[in-house]
C-alpha cells in the first residue's frame, strides 16, 4: 500500500465564489440590521417588536456567512458561458419593461419578442416578423380578452 | 363524508374538470422538455388562474404538477435527460432498458407506475389530510414557528450545495418576507424609502423570476446546447406490458408509494426525495441487486412510483398548515392567496367545496393521465422537437405577462427580473433557490407565531422550552447534525480519493 503521493493540501481552500457569496450575504445581513434598526419601533407591552424577528433572521444570516468564510470542501468551478447574450437578455427585459408603460403590451411585446429571437439567434425575416407579431397579439388575446387580465394599455389596445 | 359529497359535486362541473384535463396536456409537454420545470411551468401558468375561481385554478395546477412529473421521465428514459430536475432517477433504470430496445415497456412502466403512485399518493392525502387538518387546529403559535423552522432546515439539508448555502438561501426568503409593512404594529420596514415597496414583496413574481427567467437566462447562455443533438432517440416499439415485466414491476410499486407520500407530506421535501428514496429501498430489501442501475423495471417503477406519490404528499401540509411541502407546492399556494384565501384549518372548516374538492381532483388526475398517456405516447417523442429558438422567447413574454398580471403593477416586473438575475446567480454559485421560496413563504407564518407566542407569554422566550416547540425545536438541530456529518464524511471521502495516486485508485478499484 503506498501512501499519497501528492502533496496536496488536506483542507481545501474556501473557492472564489465561495468568497463573493460570503461577501454579499454578509453586505445583505448589515444592511438589513442597519436598515431594520433604523426602523421606528412602538414599545408595545409584550411585543419584541416589528425590529425582532428581522434582527434574529439577519442574525442568522451574518453567522452562516461567517460559517461560508471558515467552509472547507471543493469549490465547484464557475462556468461562463455565452454572457454577453445573458447580459442583453436582461437589458431586453428591462426595455420591455419601460416600453410597455409607453406603448403599451403589444407593441413592447412585438419589440422584446424581435429582441429575444435575434438573441436566440433566429435569423429567418419571415420568421422574426411573423413570429413576433403572432405572439403579441395571441399572447394579448389570451390574457386581455379570454381571461379578462388587464394589461398596459397603448396605441394599439385602443383600437382593439 | 358529506364534506367529500360537496367536494365531488363541486368538481364535477365543466371548469374544473376541463382545467384538469388541459392541465395535464400541458404538464406532459412542460414535464417531457428539458429545461422547463414543473416549478416553473406552474409558476409560469398561475396568473392564467387568477381570472378563474379558485377549485379551477387549482386543478390546473393539479394537472400541470401531477403529468409534468410523470412527463420528465420520458426524456430521462429515451435520452438521458430528465425533462424535470426530480425525474433523476428514471435515468438510473430507464434509459439501460431504453438502450437495450426496451424502450417500450420502459415508458409502460414509467406510465403504470406514475398512474399508481399518484393514486396511492391521492388516496393517502384523503385520507391523510383531514387529520391533519384537525390536529392543525391545535397548534399553537410556538408550533408554527418551529415547523416554519424545520421546514426550512429540512430543505436546506437536502437541497444541492452546501448545508450552509441552503440556510442563507433560506434565511435571506425569511427576510425577503419582512420587508414591507409589520404585520402587528404597521411600521414601514426595510423598504429603503421605496414607496412601491410599502405593501410588501409579492411572492409570485419572485417566484416566476428566480424558476422562470432564471432558466431561461441559462438556456440562452447555453445557446440551448445540451444532449438535445448526439443522443439517438430511441423509438419506442411495443407499448403493452409483457406480463413478464409486469410482475417484477409490483415490488417498486409497492415500496414506491407510501415512501413517496410520506416523503412528500415532510414539509420541504418532495418528488426528488421521494423517487431516490423509493428506489434505494427498493434496492435494499430485493434480494437480486444485480440488475439496479443496469435496466431492473423494479429500479425504474419504485422511483416513477414515489415520484409520483410524493405530489399528492406535498399538499397535506400545504392546505392544512398553509407551511408548503415543496416549491411546486408552495406556487399553488399563490392561487389561493390571491382570491384572499388562505390554506390551513380554517380553509377546510370554511370551504369545504374547494379543500375536498381538491383532494378529489387528485383522486381523478391519475386515470386522467392514464387515458392522455396510453393515448399520446408515441407522440411524446415530437414534443421534443419543438425548436428552443421559438420556445424561450415565449416563455419569456408569458413571465412578463404574467408577473404583471398579479396585480396589474409594472413594479412587479422590474422584481421579477431582479429576481431571475438573483436566482441565475444563485444558481452559478450552487446556491439552491428553493430554500428562498419555502422562507418567503413561511416568513410571515414564522414571524407571526414568533410575534404572538412571546406576547402570549408576556414578553418572554419561555414558549421555546414548552414541549411540542422543544421537540421540534431539536428535530431542526438533529437534521442540521445529520446534515453536517453527511457533509464532512462525503467531503473526507472526496479528498482521500483526490489525494490518491492513479494506481492506488485502480488499487482501491480492483478490491
Given at each position: 500500500?503506498?501512501?499519497?503521493?501528492?502533496?496536496?493540501?488536506?483542507?481545501?481552500?474556501?473557492?472564489?465564489?465561495?468568497?463573493?457569496?460570503?461577501?454579499?450575504?454578509?453586505?445583505?445581513?448589515?444592511?438589513?440590521?442597519?436598515?431594520?434598526?433604523?426602523?421606528?419601533?412602538?414599545?408595545?407591552?409584550?411585543?419584541?417588536?416589528?425590529?425582532?424577528?428581522?434582527?434574529?433572521?439577519?442574525?442568522?444570516?451574518?453567522?452562516?456567512?461567517?460559517?461560508?468564510?471558515?467552509?472547507?470542501?471543493?469549490?465547484?468551478?464557475?462556468?461562463?458561458?455565452?454572457?454577453?447574450?445573458?447580459?442583453?437578455?436582461?437589458?431586453?427585459?428591462?426595455?420591455?419593461?419601460?416600453?410597455?408603460?409607453?406603448?403599451?403590451?403589444?407593441?413592447?411585446?412585438?419589440?422584446?419578442?424581435?429582441?429575444?429571437?435575434?438573441?436566440?439567434?433566429?435569423?429567418?425575416?419571415?420568421?422574426?416578423?411573423?413570429?413576433?407579431?403572432?405572439?403579441?397579439?395571441?399572447?394579448?388575446?389570451?390574457?386581455?380578452?379570454?381571461?379578462?387580465?388587464?394589461?398596459?394599455?397603448?396605441?394599439?389596445?385602443?383600437?382593439? | 363524508?358529506?364534506?367529500?359529497?360537496?367536494?365531488?359535486?363541486?368538481?364535477?362541473?365543466?371548469?374544473?374538470?376541463?382545467?384538469?384535463?388541459?392541465?395535464?396536456?400541458?404538464?406532459?409537454?412542460?414535464?417531457?422538455?428539458?429545461?422547463?420545470?414543473?416549478?416553473?411551468?406552474?409558476?409560469?401558468?398561475?396568473?392564467?388562474?387568477?381570472?378563474?375561481?379558485?377549485?379551477?385554478?387549482?386543478?390546473?395546477?393539479?394537472?400541470?404538477?401531477?403529468?409534468?412529473?410523470?412527463?420528465?421521465?420520458?426524456?430521462?428514459?429515451?435520452?438521458?435527460?430528465?425533462?424535470?430536475?426530480?425525474?433523476?432517477?428514471?435515468?438510473?433504470?430507464?434509459?439501460?432498458?431504453?438502450?437495450?430496445?426496451?424502450?417500450?415497456?420502459?415508458?409502460?412502466?414509467?406510465?403504470?407506475?406514475?398512474?399508481?403512485?399518484?393514486?396511492?399518493?391521492?388516496?393517502?392525502?384523503?385520507?391523510?389530510?383531514?387529520?391533519?387538518?384537525?390536529?392543525?387546529?391545535?397548534?399553537?403559535?410556538?408550533?408554527?414557528?418551529?415547523?416554519?423552522?424545520?421546514?426550512?432546515?429540512?430543505?436546506?439539508?437536502?437541497?444541492?450545495?452546501?448545508?450552509?448555502?441552503?440556510?442563507?438561501?433560506?434565511?435571506?426568503?425569511?427576510?425577503?418576507?419582512?420587508?414591507?409593512?409589520?404585520?402587528?404594529?404597521?411600521?414601514?420596514?426595510?423598504?429603503?424609502?421605496?414607496?412601491?415597496?410599502?405593501?410588501?414583496?409579492?411572492?409570485?413574481?419572485?417566484?416566476?423570476?428566480?424558476?422562470?427567467?432564471?432558466?431561461?437566462?441559462?438556456?440562452?447562455?447555453?445557446?440551448?446546447?445540451?444532449?438535445?443533438?448526439?443522443?439517438?432517440?430511441?423509438?419506442?416499439?411495443?407499448?403493452?406490458?409483457?406480463?413478464?415485466?409486469?410482475?417484477?414491476?409490483?415490488?417498486?410499486?409497492?415500496?414506491?408509494?407510501?415512501?413517496?407520500?410520506?416523503?412528500?407530506?415532510?414539509?420541504?421535501?418532495?418528488?426528488?426525495?421521494?423517487?431516490?428514496?423509493?428506489?434505494?429501498?427498493?434496492?435494499?430489501?430485493?434480494?437480486?441487486?444485480?440488475?439496479?442501475?443496469?435496466?431492473?423495471?423494479?429500479?425504474?417503477?419504485?422511483?416513477?412510483?414515489?415520484?409520483?406519490?410524493?405530489?399528492?404528499?406535498?399538499?397535506?401540509?400545504?392546505?392544512?398548515?398553509?407551511?408548503?411541502?415543496?416549491s411546486v407546492a408552495a406556487v399553488m399556494i399563490g392561487v389561493l392567496t390571491v382570491h384572499g384565501l388562505r390554506p390551513g384549518p380554517g380553509l377546510f372548516e370554511g370551504d369545504p367545496a374547494l379543500t375536498y374538492g381538491i383532494m378529489v381532483g387528485f383522486l381523478l388526475v391519475p386515470f386522467g393521465l392514464l387515458l392522455v398517456g396510453l393515448a399520446g405516447i408515441r407522440a411524446w417523442g415530437q414534443i421534443l422537437r419543438i425548436p428552443p429558438v421559438i420556445l424561450w422567447p415565449a416563455i419569456l413574454v408569458l413571465c412578463t405577462v404574467g408577473a404583471y398580471s398579479i396585480r396589474s403593477n409594472l413594479f412587479d416586473v422590474v422584481v421579477m427580473v431582479?429576481?431571475?438575475?438573483?436566482?441565475?446567480?444563485?444558481?452559478?454559485?450552487?446556491?439552491?433557490?428553493?430554500?428562498?421560496?419555502?422562507?418567503?413563504?413561511?416568513?410571515?407564518?414564522?414571524?407571526?407565531?414568533?410575534?404572538?407566542?412571546?406576547?402570549?407569554?408576556?414578553?418572554?422566550?419561555?414558549?421555546?422550552?414548552?414541549?411540542?416547540?422543544?421537540?421540534?425545536?431539536?428535530?431542526?438541530?438533529?437534521?442540521?447534525?445529520?446534515?453536517?456529518?453527511?457533509?464532512?464524511?462525503?467531503?473526507?471521502?472526496?479528498?482521500?480519493?483526490?489525494?490518491?495516486?492513479?494506481?492506488?485508485?485502480?488499487?482501491?478499484?480492483?478490491?
Open positions: 500500500m503506498s501512501g499519497p503521493t501528492n502533496t496536496q493540501p488536506t483542507r481545501a481552500s474556501v473557492g472564489r465564489s465561495e468568497l463573493i457569496l460570503a461577501a454579499v450575504s454578509l453586505g445583505v445581513s448589515m444592511m438589513a440590521i442597519i436598515g431594520v434598526l433604523l426602523t421606528e419601533t412602538p414599545s408595545a407591552g409584550s411585543d419584541p417588536g416589528p425590529a425582532s424577528y428581522p434582527l434574529f433572521v439577519a442574525g442568522l444570516m451574518l453567522l452562516c456567512s461567517v460559517l461560508l468564510l471558515l467552509g472547507r470542501g471543493k469549490p465547484k468551478p464557475l462556468t461562463w458561458g455565452d454572457m454577453k447574450r445573458v447580459v442583453l437578455v436582461v437589458a431586453s427585459l428591462f426595455l420591455y419593461f419601460a416600453l410597455m408603460s409607453l406603448i403599451g403590451f403589444v407593441l413592447a411585446s412585438i419589440v422584446f419578442t424581435l429582441a429575444a429571437l435575434l438573441l436566440a439567434g433566429e435569423r429567418r425575416l419571415l420568421v422574426l416578423v411573423l413570429y413576433s407579431i403572432g405572439l403579441s397579439f395571441a399572447v394579448y388575446a389570451v390574457f386581455s380578452i379570454f381571461l379578462g387580465l388587464p394589461l398596459p394599455m397603448g396605441p394599439v389596445e385602443v383600437l382593439l | 363524508m358529506e364534506n367529500w359529497l360537496i367536494g365531488l359535486e363541486a368538481i364535477l362541473s365543466p371548469l374544473p374538470l376541463l382545467m384538469l384535463v388541459v392541465g395535464i396536456f400541458g404538464g406532459i409537454v412542460i414535464g417531457a422538455l428539458p429545461g422547463l420545470t414543473a416549478v416553473m411551468g406552474v409558476a409560469v401558468l398561475l396568473p392564467f388562474t387568477f381570472a378563474m375561481d379558485p377549485l379551477p385554478g387549482m386543478m390546473l395546477m393539479v394537472g400541470i404538477y401531477t403529468s409534468a412529473i410523470y412527463a420528465g421521465s420520458i426524456p430521462a428514459i429515451l435520452m438521458r435527460v430528465p425533462g424535470t430536475p426530480s425525474s433523476a432517477a428514471a435515468v438510473l433504470d430507464g434509459y439501460p432498458m431504453a438502450k437495450a430496445g426496451k424502450a417500450g415497456p420502459a415508458l409502460s412502466i414509467s406510465l403504470y407506475s406514475s398512474f399508481f403512485g399518484s393514486l396511492l399518493g391521492g388516496i393517502g392525502l384523503a385520507v391523510f389530510a383531514p387529520l391533519l387538518a384537525t390536529i392543525a387546529l391545535k397548534v399553537g403559535q410556538a408550533e408554527y414557528f418551529m415547523i416554519a423552522l424545520f421546514a426550512l432546515t429540512i430543505i436546506a439539508s437536502i437541497s444541492e450545495g452546501s448545508l450552509v448555502k441552503g440556510l442563507l438561501s433560506g434565511l435571506f426568503g425569511l427576510l425577503l418576507a419582512t420587508v414591507g409593512t409589520d404585520p402587528l404594529v404597521g411600521t414601514a420596514r426595510l423598504t429603503f424609502g421605496i414607496p412601491e415597496l410599502r405593501s410588501g414583496l409579492d411572492f409570485i413574481p419572485i417566484l416566476i423570476g428566480l424558476f422562470g427567467v432564471a432558466e431561461a437566462m441559462h438556456q440562452f447562455e447555453r445557446r440551448f446546447g445540451k444532449a438535445r443533438d448526439g443522443a439517438k432517440t430511441a423509438s419506442p416499439a411495443r407499448f403493452t406490458l409483457g406480463s413478464r415485466i409486469r410482475k417484477r414491476m409490483w415490488p417498486g410499486v409497492a415500496m414506491g408509494g407510501p415512501i413517496g407520500f410520506l416523503i412528500g407530506v415532510l414539509p420541504g421535501t418532495g418528488g426528488e426525495v421521494g423517487s431516490f428514496v423509493s428506489y434505494n429501498e427498493t434496492r435494499r430489501v430485493s434480494r437480486d441487486k444485480s440488475q439496479f442501475g443496469h435496466g431492473d423495471p423494479r429500479g425504474l417503477a419504485a422511483a416513477e412510483t414515489g415520484h409520483n406519490s410524493a405530489v399528492p404528499g406535498t399538499l397535506a401540509p400545504t392546505l392544512t398548515l398553509g407551511i408548503p411541502g415543496n431582479i429576481f431571475g438575475v438573483v436566482g441565475y446567480l444563485m444558481d452559478k454559485v450552487n446556491v439552491p433557490t428553493t430554500p428562498l421560496v419555502i422562507g418567503l413563504i413561511v416568513g410571515p407564518i414564522a414571524e407571526q407565531g414568533f410575534r404572538r407566542a412571546t406576547i402570549l407569554a408576556e414578553g418572554s422566550f419561555s414558549w421555546v422550552f414548552q414541549p411540542v416547540p422543544l421537540i421540534i425545536l431539536l428535530a431542526c438541530i438533529v437534521s442540521i447534525a445529520v446534515s453536517v456529518i453527511r457533509e464532512r464524511r462525503h467531503g473526507r471521502d472526496q479528498e482521500r480519493t483526490d489525494n490518491l495516486s492513479p494506481q492506488d485508485r485502480v488499487d482501491e478499484r480492483a478490491q
